[in-house]
């Protein structure tokens, strides 16, 4: 019976190509995530990722997902006036973004993107980091760091860590007060400030944030 349901359950059927993830959006979602959801296709209709040891086959699928993310980021960044510098902090590059009209030049928020290590960039996430510039009126410090494959996972934390290092060094320590970590949940809502995966690995380092 297990092995019925089973080969029922795998059996392979007809795809339909143009299936989007997302049939419907909830009218509550906001318009950029709704256009954002239905443009979403069906994952189970994408190839299998490339194997971890093909950096071409990698580097080709970050370009092509990032590409149009940067353009969508350099868009809304412009429009709500946040200006874009190159820096390096300590060995590590980042994009610095200052909204038009800073509130407190003493206090920096520093953003690690998502994109589960393996895809994104700080300009492929500059809609996120612009969003969190703007609402707060508080320059932002994007970390790009090497995503996985070309980076392990421990190597992607490790330069994550160091700039926090390098930051507390410039600034003779960190604290909530003066260095805020911060994520995005939704383009048009405010940011989530004070929670975000790189807390733990920070505070195992020995360094109080």
């Keep these: 019976m297990l ?3 089973l080969g029922a359950h795998s059996a392979p059927a007809e795809r339909d190509v143009t299936k989007k993830l997302f049939q419907r959006v909830a009218p509550t979602v906001s318009k950029d995530w709704v256009d954002a959801f239905s443009g979403m296709p069906d994952p189970s209709l994408e190839p ?4 971890p040891n093909d950096l071409a086959g990698w580097e ?13 980021g350099k868009e809304y960044a412009a429009a709500q006036g946040v200006g874009i510098s190159e820096v390096e902090i300590g060995t590590i590059k980042a994009l610095e973004l200052s909204p038009n009209e800073c509130k407190d030049d003493n206090k920096l928020v520093v953003y690690a993107h998502g994109g589960a290590y393996t895809l994104l960039s700080a300009r492929s996430s500059l809609l996120g980091a612009s969003l969190i510039a703007s609402s707060l009126g508080l320059r932002v410090l994007s970390i790009d760091y090497t995503p996985a494959p070309q980076a392990r996972w421990r190597g992607v934390t490790d330069e994550v860590l160091s700039v ?14 003066s260095v805020i970590v911060g994520r995005v949940m939704s383009p048009s809502g405010p940011p989530d400030i004070g929670l975000s995966g790189y807390r733990t690995p920070v505070r195992a380092a020995g360094q109080a944030l």
Excluded: C, M, V, Y
Excluded at 48 to 51: N, R, W
């Design 48 to 51: 299998i990722a490339p194997a």
């Design 60 to 72: 080709a699928k970050q370009t092509a997902f990032n590409t149009p993310q940067e353009k969508i």
């Design 3 to 5: 092995h019925d349901l």
């Design 164 to 177: 926090f290092r390098e930051l507390a060094e410039s600034r003779g320590g960190l604290s909530s007060s």
